[in-house]
């Protein structure tokens, strides 16, 4: 591995290992996207009842309700850097390239937690149908890349706002639409059984997503965390 690589590398995961550490002292993002998410479940289980949906009306309360847990929580990585005033130590000693990378594999990590407590009790609580579980967790592990891919950037963006968490929001939404339709017709599709053949365009535009993104916030980051 090349010497420059080798440092990026070994940044990335300084950066990484710093905001875990910072998380497992205070839990704050967390317990925040956590108890959103599941009061989020409650919710829709109590308004189904004993009723059944269909797979669309389904699959689009999941991604809402993984839509707004990640929007509660997952600008806390830059949020934090600021408040705590560890922005410009950060700025003046890791290179742009590394702190986008270690927050983005924070926010997937945090992002993955949410997800694994999520999906099992959303099943529960829905009835809904586990066919093709195989095919679902493919469309769940593109879902939160690309959701974490989009919202790194922007949270990056809002960290000096004043009002942060309702301009995360705003600024994430527009961005976010068509990855959020897609989630919704591969995973209505999915508890529909249909396996990976029924779902193939849906996860090529969910895969295009996650690499556009992703290599577009890396173009832009050093603009944003510089300026």
């Known amino acids: 591995m090349p010497v420059n ?3 990026l590398v070994a940044k990335t ?5 710093k905001d875990v550490r910072l998380e497992f002292r205070n839990r704050y993002a967390t317990s925040v996207v956590l108890m959103f998410a599941i009061t989020t479940l409650a919710m829709i289980s109590f308004s189904i009842g004993q009723g059944s949906l ?7 309360l999941f991604w ?18 600021e408040e705590s005033g560890t922005a410009l130590a950060l700025r003046l000693k890791a290179d742009p390239t590394a702190v986008y990378l270690g927050k983005l594999l924070f926010n997937l990590t945090l992002l993955s937690l949410v997800t694994v407590v999520v999906t099992p009790l959303f099943f529960v609580m829905t009835d809904a149908a586990t066919d093709q579980i195989g095919a679902f967790v493919v469309v769940l592990l593109l879902g939160v890349i690309g959701l974490c891919a989009a919202t790194t950037l922007v949270g990056a963006i809002i960290s000096k706002a004043a009002v942060k968490g309702a301009l995360f929001s705003v600024l994430s939404f527009p961005i976010l639409i068509t990855l959020l339709l897609m989630l919704v017709a591969a995973t209505a599709r999915v508890l529909d059984g249909q396996s990976f053949g029924g779902i193939l365009m849906e996860l090529q535009g969910l895969f295009a997503y996650s690499v556009v993104m992703i290599t577009a916030s890396l173009m832009l980051f050093r603009f944003v965390w510089r300026e």
Not at 13 to 17: D, G, P, S
Not at 54 to 60: D, E, F, I
Not at 64 to 81: D, K, N, P, T
Request: glycine share 6%; net charge positive.
């Open 13 to 17: 995961i300084a950066v990484y290992a």
């Open 54 to 60: 269909a797979p669309r009306l389904l699959a689009a």
């Open 5 to 7: 690589s080798a440092g």
């Open 64 to 81: 809402i309700a993984l839509f707004f847990s990640a929007m509660a929580g997952l600008s806390a990585a830059f949020v934090r850097e």
